[in-house]
């Protein structure tokens, strides 16, 4: 999940600094102030948007081939993509 979250979070930083019409080498960014503090915001707050992204999508794959294998029921596997939250009888320690 971590890896998933840090390639699209890479991509976040790439294609934001484009749109926002930042350098993307070392640069001056004489009167691109305003624009790089818009760039920082925008970057704090989409990155723990991605990580929760990338969890969705690794527990949502992982949950739709425990539901195919018969292994977990679809509000489990629902519960597993969408809140990390593991069916009861995983944590049972009888």
Do not use: H, N
Not at 8 to 13: E, F, N, Q
């Amino acid at each position: 999940m971590v890896i998933v979250g840090c390639v699209l979070v890479g991509a976040l930083l790439v294609e934001s600094r484009q749109a926002f019409g930042l350098p993307l080498t070392r640069a001056s960014l004489d009167g691109l102030r305003l624009r790089f503090l818009g760039w920082i915001g925008v970057t704090l707050v989409s990155i723990p948007l991605l990580f929760y992204c990338a969890m969705v999508f690794v527990g949502g794959a992982v949950g739709v081939l425990m539901v195919v294998a018969g292994r977990l029921s679809l509000a489990e596997a629902k519960a597993f993509a969408l809140y990390a939250q593991p069916p009861a009888r995983w944590l049972d320690r009888a």
